[in-house]
């Protein structure tokens, strides 16, 4: 037998063993509402880099990374 630990009036559920299975069951068995997943729409567009943003970013990785460049 397991120890019962002790729980405020409010929180205990006074329904019965039966009345809780019928419960669970009718909520198992109706159909569901989510209709897909739980997730933000993708509708935002990321406009392409212009040749200028390249140069800029390509130049900083260049510029950190050129050990690698010069020792093949």
């Known amino acids: 037998?397991?120890?019962i630990q002790p729980e405020v009036g409010h929180k205990i559920d006074f329904s019965s063993?039966?009345?809780q299975k019928k419960a669970l069951n009718q909520n198992?068995?109706?159909p569901s509402v989510v209709t897909g997943k739980r997730s933000?729409?993708?509708n935002r567009k990321i406009p392409p880099a212009t040749?200028?943003?390249l140069d800029q970013l390509m130049g900083k990785y260049?510029?950190?990374h050129s050990s690698v460049l010069n020792n093949p």
Do not use: G
Request: aromatic share 6%; hydrophobic share 30%; no cysteine.
């Open 17 to 19: 063993s039966t009345a």
């Open 40 to 42: 933000r729409p993708q």
């Open 1 to 3: 037998m397991t120890k």
């Open 28 to 30: 198992i068995n109706r």
């Open 62 to 64: 260049f510029s950190k």
């Open 51 to 53: 040749v200028e943003e």
